[in-house]
């Protein structure tokens, strides 16, 4: 692992990020003892505080009081209780700090962790898991909203804008279309990538129990614009889920889990495995308190604590972020480069420049935490009566020893066992890198916020693709999950200031749910520097809602108390537009501009800035569009508004005058979540934004017919979302199912069968300015490629890539990728993905014996008919001029020359298959022809029918149901005169 070098001591600075940070002071202020690494924090003043809270609310407490409940569900004395041992709430500075000593470090994790868990402890005795718990009944309250971070998905919501770069494909955005990025020049990672001359495509894999899962890279050639073929893939351990492209060179993330692996061990299960001595039980060195008698005496004053212990093995963590690094040199046989096993989630990654950082999330679990109260001690704990005294006395006991418990437990943790670590495998070694190993151990490469509360770890993994030898960077901060946006110049995590717990028991406007805006200068290759931070007030939907022009930082944002479920009366919510810009010391980025309070009682929905403008998409019942002016970035301004029904969730720019969106209809008592919508808005009058034209999207044959609720990833996925503007062309996946049954008899028995099926597919759609919104092809589909009726087994188009200038576009999904023409829309080219993805499972069904009829004399005339062998020679009707022979799955075709057929096949060499009574014939290119056989009862003949579920109208309206006749060579030739006249005139009639 490279450390940064240049680490330097100045003025109580130290270099993190590439800057001179201030070091942080701890939780405990400057003047505390700073613990040894990897020490114990004495919790014995803890632990007498808690007494002496205990013994005062007892004391405090008496039947006879009004208001005994408050409105988090804790009588006034449990609350009480519970808010006198919290910490200090007040804010201070959303700037990072470094820590010059892995002591400050511990110090502030241990006491996150111990403030997360004395408000978990305290609330989810009553309240668990969203619901509540009454006496023996537990109630779901669906209001419950988990505000952990800025968003509740990493990066799940749309972007756009390509990134031109040239390769041997041609220019990206002239000649190919390439991911849909949000920021001009800064790729996105995806599952699918292209260079203009191959098309890398991940799926994610499948393995039964025992096999170890494994997903692959696949690549694909494009031979020529309009084909494509399969070229080879390269196993990725785990679920890969995104990857990055630089030059030869690839980047693929992955999700690995090491309990997944049943016949052997993963190498790291050696590594991460754990001797435990964890605290199984607690009690004092005093007599033991009679629990059967539920006795509690509040007022003895603390015994010493006596631990004892359970031995054995424990995993630090099962959970990877596996980084694969590939050398596609040889594209037809990929290379592993690297391997890196990350502690923790993975979030997202950019690419700039050939450099890519990865941004990941991880925190490790604290073996023998406990993290409910037991009440088995206190047998009659649940039949007192809610407000009784003795109830009250039991809770608050059991609080204290469970706080004392787990504070003994955290205590002994050691720093490390708090931390994620990198994993580096060679071979079939393993070199783990621990976060706290730069330079002297001193963490240096650890910052935090000075009133942050976050015990996770946000890392930054800067690796530089271009670089002749390989290296990487990390930097890490104390943090919340955070929301990532970049430009070409600046890389911005937007994390909430406090988790949701850390509002609990506040009723009071003074703590608003805040978020902030760590800004680090990208703009050198393989260099991450740390720049400053800001805060605004609310919290943000998605990367969108984040931006940096000339400087300055925008975001809007949404206020209120809407996710504080315990309250009666939350603040409504409120959406704002603000503006930062750095301070004149260059320390902090301060808000310098806004325009607030829009849009009463509504959230964002989406947004999007572009330039000096910002446009934003409130919703409650309506789908108002704001239009913003941020071209005095001091003095922003609402500009337009316009109200229409449904909801936009992700805005595309087209051209300086226009915006293309796709979201879910609706009308004016709200949303119709089953229908996706595209809209075009004018806005080249800034002030009066108008709904120029608006489209529903249906992807079921014959309107809805039972199909119910499409769907598609365009709308909260913006990669999904491919638009080529020099057509006006905008390619959208879209997919829906429907219940089916069916009754099949076969071999005796009545099936029933019954299930969903499955549509898929890409629509495309004329979106040019000034004209109306229209389907320009909507028969580009997947849904044969469907492996089984479980809508686990759902391979969707998701992605789509135009190519040749526009001429042509290709669809992607799990197991097919198809190309087509876009003017004739003829399919110019397909291939199938080898895929190890689940087996495929028969539909549910049930049967029924049913009782045998002898066949008639009918039956049987035809059952002589039955299984027919194709295989042979075989001529074409009496004109005799093709003649065709089928042999093992290959059909030759060769023309009569001079009166006589030759041995060489002519043209080429094509497949079929027989499958029953019907023949598919691949004419050309895929072209598939398939028909209906009719066997004449010797074998010798076989008549060709238009099949009824696969042949046009068209050509059943021009030559009828009947096709052609083929005969056997020799029966041609020698035999044909043995057909009676009727027959011969019939052939004759039908050959004509």
Known sequence: MEIREGVFFWMD?????????????????????????????????????????????????????????????????????????????????PTLSSYDTCGFLEMDLKEHLKEEMRVTLGTDSYYYRGGWIEDDIMFVDDAVME?????????????????????????????????????????????????????????????????????????????????????????????????????????????????????????????????????ISIGSSG?????????????????????????????????????????????S??????????????????????????????????????????????????????????????????????????????????????????????????????????????????????????????????????????????????????????????????????????????????????????????SNPGQTDYIASGRINGTIQDQFSLSEHNGNIRVCSTTGQWGRWWMDDPEPMLSHVFVLGLNADETEYEIIGKVGDIAPDESIWSARFIGDKAYIVTFRNIDPLWTIDLSEPTNPRIIGELKIPGVSTYIHPVGDTHLLTIGIAGDDEGLDWGVTQISFFDVSNFSNPILESSLKLNPAPNGDNGWSYSHSEATYEHKAFQYWENDGLLAIPMSTNRWYQDTIEEDGK????????????????????????????????????????????????????????????????????????????????????????????????????????????????????????????????????????????LRYTFYMVNGTFGDVPLPSTNPYEVDGENITIDLHHDNLAMYRMNFSCDGQMVQLYYNDNYSSDLMKSLYGEYHSTLYRETYFFETLEELDDEDEASTEEESS
């Not at 849904?783 to 992607?812: L, T």
């Open 147 to 279: 505000m952990d971070g800025a968003t509740s998905a990493a990066d799940s919501a749309p972007s756009s804008g390509g990134s031109p770069k040239n390769s041997p494909g041609g220019e990206q955005g002239v000649d190919f279309s390439g991911t849909n990025n949000q920021e001009q020049g800064v790729d996105e990672a995806d599952f699918v990538k292209t260079d203009g001359s191959y098309i890398y495509m991940l799926n994610r894999g499948y393995s039964d129990y025992g096999i170890y899962p494994s997903g692959k890279l696949h690549i694909l050639d494009i031979p020529e614009v309009g084909n494509i073929s399969y070229l080879s893939n390269i196993s990725i351990e785990g679920r890969p889920t995104e990857m990055l492209l630089v030059d030869d060179k690839a980047v693929v993330y992955s999700s690995v889990q090491i309990y997944s692996y049943y016949e052997e061990k993963h190498p790291l299960d050696k590594v991460v495995k754990k001797e435990r001595k964890a605290p």
């Open 750 to 889: 009545m099936y029933h069968y019954y299930g969903y099926e499955y549509i898929s597919k890409l629509m495309l759609i004329n979106a040019t300015p000034n004209k109306p919104l229209e389907i320009y092809n909507e028969n580009i589909d997947h849904s044969s490629f469907y492996g089984s009726r479980y809508s686990w087994d759902s391979p969707d188009i998701k992605r789509s890539i135009f190519m040749g200038g526009g001429d042509y576009i290709y669809a992607i999904s799990e197991k097919a990728i198809t190309a087509h023409n876009l003017v004739t829309m003829e399919k110019t080219g397909f291939t199938e993905l080898p895929s190890n993805n689940k087996p495929i499972y028969e539909p549910y069904y049930y049967y029924e014996e049913v009782e045998e009829e002898p066949p008639t004399e009918e039956e049987e005339s035809r059952a002589s008919c039955e299984n027919q062998l194709i295989e042979g020679r075989w001529v074409l009707s009496e004109l005799g001029n093709t003649l065709y022979q089928f042999e093992d799955g």
């Open 333 to 522: 046989s990929p290379q592993i480069s690297k391997e890196l096993y990350i502690e923790g989630s993975y979030q997202t990654a950019r690419e700039s420049e050939g450099t890519v950082r990865m941004v990941s999330y991880g925190w490790m679990e604290i073996d023998g935490l406990k993290t409910w109260l037991d009440f088995s001690d206190y047998r009659t704990y649940w039949d007192l009566d809610w407000d009784s005294p003795k109830r009250e006395q039991i809770w608050m006991e059991v609080m204290n020893e469970t706080i004392e418990y787990n504070d003994k437990v955290i205590d002994q943790t050691p720093l490390d066992d708090l931390l994620p670590r990198i994993h580096e495998k060679s071979g079939e070694e393993i070199l783990t890198h621990k976060y706290t190993e730069s330079e002297e151990g001193n963490c240096q490469n650890f910052a935090a916020a000075s009133d942050g509360t976050g015990q996770g770890i946000t890392s930054i993994m800067t690796l530089n693709l271009l670089e002749e030898n390989f290296s990487f960077n990390a930097d890490h901060i104390l943090s919340n999950w955070a929301t990532v946006y970049a430009s070409g110049s600046v890389m911005i995590m937007a994390e909430a200031s406090q988790s949701s717990w850390w509002f609990w028991g506040d009723e009071v406007s003074d703590f608003q749910e805040m978020t902030n805006l760590h800004v680090f200068d990208i």
């Open 287 to 331: 007599e033991s308190v009679d629990s059967s008698e539920e006795s509690v005496d509040s007022s003895e004053e603390s015994e010493d604590i006596i631990m004892d212990y359970d031995y054995g093995y424990y995993y630090r963590t099962t959970s990877f972020t596996k980084l694969t690094v590939l050398d596609l040199t040889n594209r």
């Open 13 to 93: 600075k130290i270099e993190v990020f590439g800057k001179a940070l201030n070091k942080p002071k701890g939780l405990s202020g400057s003047s505390a003892p700073i613990p040894e690494p990897f020490g114990g924090i004495p919790s014995g003043v803890f632990a007498v505080f808690a007494v002496v809270i205990l013994t005062l609310a007892l004391a405090s407490y008496t039947p006879e009081d009004d208001n005994n409940f408050t409105q988090n569900g804790l009588t006034s004395s449990q609350s009480s209780y519970l808010e006198n041992i919290l910490s200090d709430r007040s804010r201070s500075s």
